[in-house]
């Protein structure tokens, strides 16, 4: 069962990217956002997502298990931290391997950046910077219990399927009231000169 953890509820989201200028502030990595908000139907859709590292459990973080210089550690508590600039080498494996697109590699630095859930605060108790100042709650920080005490009827999941993989994270999101079983992964069915690509 989830623990205290960050909870995405899209359906929230208003695209104010409040989140990402509170990720720059983080100490771990002041001045450079770990997080980034996507307009998935840009120009047609007011809708907004933000974008956070899942910290993938189960497989165990693909990006670390593909990283040859070890330098994207995990932490016993499941945090997937970003890359040690000591010895990534800016290969970008880890972009390649993660199922939710999450870590992005700065060329200037060959040094992969992604969120580490605000690992200095939260691993003392605090919440993440971009859940503390999300105005609507799209970010929320806390227990599941927490959640649906201040949701009732809101329904998470923590699986996401890719095809026939399923991916369990340590982040969750909120689902659709009726949906049950992992949320699809990936990206959407594009068709091109009416083929699924």
Same mark, same amino acid.
């Given at each position: 069962?989830?623990?205290?953890?960050?909870?995405?509820?899209?359906?929230?989201?208003?695209?104010?990217?409040?989140?990402?200028?509170?990720?720059?502030?983080?100490?771990?990595?002041?001045?450079?956002?770990?997080?980034?908000?996507?307009?998935?139907?840009?120009?047609?859709?007011?809708?907004?997502?933000?974008?956070?590292?899942?910290?993938?459990?189960?497989?165990?973080?693909? &990006? +670390?298990? /593909? !990283? $040859?210089?070890? #330098?994207?550690?995990?932490?016993?508590?499941?945090?997937? *931290?970003?890359?040690? %600039?000591?010895?990534?080498?800016?290969?970008?494996?880890?972009?390649?391997?993660?199922?939710?697109?999450?870590?992005?590699?700065?060329?200037?630095?060959?040094?992969?950046?992604?969120?580490?859930?605000?690992?200095?605060?939260?691993?003392?108790?605090?919440?993440?910077? &971009? +859940?503390? /100042? !999300? $105005?609507?709650? #799209?970010?929320?920080?806390?227990?599941?219990?927490?959640? *649906?005490?201040?949701? %009732?009827?809101?329904?998470?999941?923590?699986?996401?399927?890719?095809?026939?993989?399923?991916?369990?994270?340590?982040?969750?999101?909120?689902?659709?009231?009726?949906?049950?079983?992992?949320?699809?992964?990936?990206?959407?069915?594009?068709?091109?000169?009416?083929?699924?690509?």
């Amino acid at each position: 069962m989830l623990g205290r953890t960050l909870f995405i509820d899209p359906g929230r989201c208003i695209g104010c990217q409040a989140c990402v200028s509170a990720c720059r502030e983080c100490d771990s990595h002041r001045g450079t956002s770990m997080i980034h908000v996507d307009y998935p139907d840009a120009g047609s859709s007011a809708a907004a997502l933000p974008t956070v590292c899942m910290h993938c459990e189960d497989p165990v973080a693909p &990006c +670390a298990e /593909v !990283c $040859p210089a070890e #330098a994207i550690l995990v932490t016993a508590d499941g945090v997937v *931290q970003t890359a040690d %600039p000591t010895r990534c080498i800016g290969c970008a494996n880890c972009v390649n391997a993660c199922p939710f697109g999450v870590p992005l590699v700065d060329p200037a630095q060959k040094l992969q950046l992604k969120c580490n859930l605000c690992y200095d605060r939260t691993s003392a108790g605090l919440a993440p910077m &971009c +859940a503390t /100042v !999300c $105005p609507s709650g #799209a970010l929320y920080y806390g227990t599941l219990e927490q959640l *649906q005490a201040e949701r %009732p009827g809101v329904t998470v999941t923590a699986e996401f399927a890719f095809g026939e993989v399923v991916v369990q994270t340590g982040v969750a999101m909120v689902a659709p009231a009726a949906h049950r079983g992992p949320l699809p992964g990936g990206l959407p069915i594009v068709e091109v000169n009416g083929e699924p690509v």
